[in-house]
């Protein structure tokens, strides 16, 4: 597999992991924005007095959940395949020589995958908690909704009721704003850490090629930590003289 043969595989391999990536980062923005939504779209819907429309609305959402979950648990299990037959072939004899560079390609790639996989199942579970939130409190409005209409005495434990009602929507209304804000936030820390890993790799990149430049550059931060262990040293002896002065 070394050789021509063995680069072409190589080449073959990565252009599969690159689709395979993007195709799983367009899957979960859309996957996160289906998340966010959710919880939005049943919330305007509570004032609503019909019942089928709300149920055939949640019932599509679910299922477009269910969908969009399967589509990405096959594209991370691809895509956790193609790395797997990376790192084989970094293993094949003959490819020794570049070995080094090989790796650093494999390992962006494992990172990239790890982040997908724990962004899916956090965006996932994140998606579950609010259904399972969303269910109760739709138990909770049916009870009132039975007992409002089966009965027309004993008005202050409805307004009881009603109140606790509309405590539980603000409440459930605040946790929905405190996760929009918390997603919005993780996708700017996502797109953060992957220019800086943009960057980190291209320095490491410039660093391999020019050796005289990563040279220069371990002379450098060596000589920081010697000019700060100075510092400290003389910053630790002024301290004691002061001291000896002080208590004289």
Not at 41 to 69: A, H, K, V, W, Y
Not at 172 to 178: A, V
Not at 216 to 229: M, Y
Not at 231 to 240: K, Y
């Amino acid at each position: 597999m070394a050789g021509i043969g063995g680069s072409n595989y190589w080449e073959d391999l990565r252009k599969q992991a690159r689709q395979l990536e993007n195709e799983l980062d367009l899957k979960l923005v859309s996957f996160s924005k289906l998340c966010t939504s959710y919880s939005s779209s049943r919330d305007g819907r509570r004032g609503e007095t019909s019942d089928t429309t709300p149920l055939l609305n949640n019932s599509t959402q679910d299922r477009m959940f269910d969908t969009m979950s399967v589509e990405i648990e096959q594209l991370l299990a691809k895509l956790t395949a193609i790395n797997d037959k990376m790192a084989e072939y970094t293993n094949t004899p003959g490819t020794t020589s570049i070995n080094a560079a090989l790796m650093h390609t494999l390992q962006r790639h494992r990172d990239i995958l790890q982040d997908y996989t724990h962004e899916f199942h956090k965006t996932k579970g994140n998606f579950l908690a609010i259904r399972e939130r969303e269910d109760l409190l739709g138990s909770v409005r049916k009870d009132i909704e039975t007992y409002k209409s089966g009965s027309g005495v004993n008005n202050r434990r409805t307004e009881l009721f009603l109140k606790e009602h509309e405590h539980l929507r603000n409440t459930d209304r605040l946790m929905d704003d405190t996760i929009s804000i918390a997603m919005a936030t993780k996708e700017n820390m996502t797109s953060q850490r992957g220019m800086l890993k943009s960057i980190q790799s291209r320095v490491n990149t410039l660093a391999n090629r020019f050796p005289t430049i990563n040279n220069l550059i371990q002379r450098i931060n060596l000589r920081k930590r010697r000019d700060s262990l100075i510092l400290g040293a003389v910053i630790g002896v002024c301290t004691i003289l002061l001291l000896l002065y002080a208590f004289h």
